[in-house]
């Protein structure tokens, strides 16, 4: 897309002539969760943008065992590409919490998650992770 050798302010990065999806297996941006690849195959809609990750984990004490937690926040702005930017910008806001209720034989994880983004509806999820030790 330019004539210097090197990296360019305009490189579409992941997305290239060479393969017609990007850098994607499955619909999926392979390298990091916060480009978004475009639903047609076709490259990626969001290639530009800030993003910052925080998770701590740990174990909480409890009375009879204590209780293992994993959480991780993500904010984002999303600015799309150079030759399509997002306007406004997308602010995404991603959290997971996930604990262990039980550690016996089985063991029994609660998940939560949350995706907030100022330009489309808020979305909730929830997950049961269950494991048989044999």
Do not use: C, M
Not at 8 to 35: C, M, N, Q, V
Not at 55 to 77: C, D, E, M
């Amino acid at each position: 897309s330019h004539t210097t050798s090197g990296v360019h302010k305009y490189d579409r990065y992941f997305h290239h002539g060479l393969y017609r999806s990007g850098w994607t297996y499955e619909g999926r941006a392979i390298g990091s969760p916060f480009f978004t690849p475009d639903p047609d195959g076709e490259g990626f809609l969001n290639n530009k943008f800030r993003a910052h990750h925080i998770g701590i984990g740990g174990q909480w004490p409890n009375l009879v065992h204590t209780i293992p937690y994993k959480l991780l926040l993500s904010f984002a702005r999303n600015d799309g590409t150079y030759a399509l930017r997002y306007r406004p910008k997308q602010n995404v806001f991603y959290g997971l919490l996930d604990v262990g209720l039980l550690r016996t034989t089985i063991d029994l994880n609660v998940q939560a998650g949350v995706e907030l983004n100022n330009t489309a509806s808020p979305k909730f999820g929830a997950g049961v992770h269950l494991v048989y030790k044999l």
